[in-house]
Nanobody, 117 residues
Framework: VQLVESGGGSVQAGGSLRLSCAASGSVLSFVAMGWYRQAPGNERELVAEIFRGGFTSYRDSVKGRFTISRDDAKNTLHLQMSGLKPEDTAMYYC????????????WGQGTQVTVSP
């Protein structure tokens, strides 16, 4: 299984970006998929995740600004980000796992998001 992210870039604060993660297989084969991010000097953190049945969850700091979605027909995971803030600057990673909890089984290579003041 391969996960390939795209859509990162540089925007000003308040701007929007849409990240995509293309999976080499059916996204429905995964129990959960998620977006993570890691800024320099920080731990990798969960941003949002979506489960097979469609349930979604978000970290508090992005609630109301980010939306995770899954296109089952195109085997693609998305993260729509709006109202971006400088503190959202990080490398964003797509991940997938075959269980409701526990470590992810697959990771993408990451896409950089940079938000300037």
């Amino acid at each position: 299984v391969q996960l390939v992210e795209s859509g990162g870039g540089s925007v000003q604060a308040g701007g929007s970006l849409r990240l995509s993660c293309a999976a080499s297989g059916s996204v429905l084969s995964f129990v959960a998929m998620g977006w993570y991010r890691q800024a320099p000097g920080n731990e990798r953190e969960l941003v949002a995740e979506i489960f097979r049945g469609g349930f979604t969850s978000y970290r508090d700091s992005v609630k109301g600004r980010f939306t995770i979605s899954r296109d089952d027909a195109k085997n693609t995971l998305h993260l729509q980000m709006s109202g971006l803030k400088p503190e959202d600057t990080a490398m964003y990673y797509c991940a997938a796992r075959n269980a409701y909890e526990g470590p992810n089984d697959y990771w993408g290579q990451g896409t950089q998001v940079t938000v300037s003041p």
